[in-house]
C-alpha cells in the first residue's frame, strides 16, 4: 500500500534551518507530484509548497518564499523540503502529500517548533 513517511523535524532556535524528508512507497513516485502542507495546533493545515514529478516545477505559498526549497529525489523515492530562516509562526506538524488513482495520500507528519 501506499506510504508516506516523513522525518527531520525537531528543536531549533529562530533563524535556523532545517531539511525535512518524506520517503514514499507503493506507488510510481517519478510519474507524480508531491506536495509539503503544516498544521499549526488550533490552526487548519495549510499548504506550503509543491514540486512537479520532474522537478522542474515547484510553487510555494508567499510567507515561505525566499525561505523554503522543496526538491525531490526520484531515485531515492524522497521528497524534501529545506527550511531556512525560521520563525516561530513556522511551528506545526509539517505532511508531506500526493494524490494518485483520483486518491490523496498523506504522511503521519514531523513536528517542526521554532524557538524565539
Known amino acids: 500500500q501506499v506510504q508516506l513517511v516523513e522525518s527531520g523535524g525537531g528543536l531549533v532556535q529562530a533563524g535556523g534551518s532545517l531539511r525535512l524528508s518524506c520517503a514514499a512507497s507503493?506507488?510510481?513516485?517519478?510519474?507524480?507530484?508531491m506536495d509539503w502542507f503544516r498544521q499549526a495546533p488550533g490552526k487548519e493545515r495549510e499548504f506550503v509548497a509543491t514540486?512537479?514529478?520532474?522537478?522542474?516545477?515547484?510553487y510555494y505559498t508567499d510567507s515561505v518564499k525566499g525561505r523554503f526549497t522543496i526538491s525531490r529525489d526520484n531515485a531515492k523515492n524522497t521528497v524534501y523540503l529545506q527550511m531556512n530562516s525560521l520563525k516561530p509562526e513556522d511551528t506545526a506538524v509539517y505532511l508531506c502529500?500526493?494524490?494518485?488513482?483520483?486518491?490523496?495520500?498523506w504522511g503521519q507528519g514531523t513536528q517542526v517548533t521554532v524557538a524565539s
Open positions: 507503493g506507488l510510481t513516485f517519478s510519474n507524480i507530484p
Open positions: 502529500k500526493t494524490r494518485a488513482d483520483s486518491t490523496d495520500y
Open positions: 514540486i512537479s514529478w520532474s522537478g522542474y516545477v515547484t
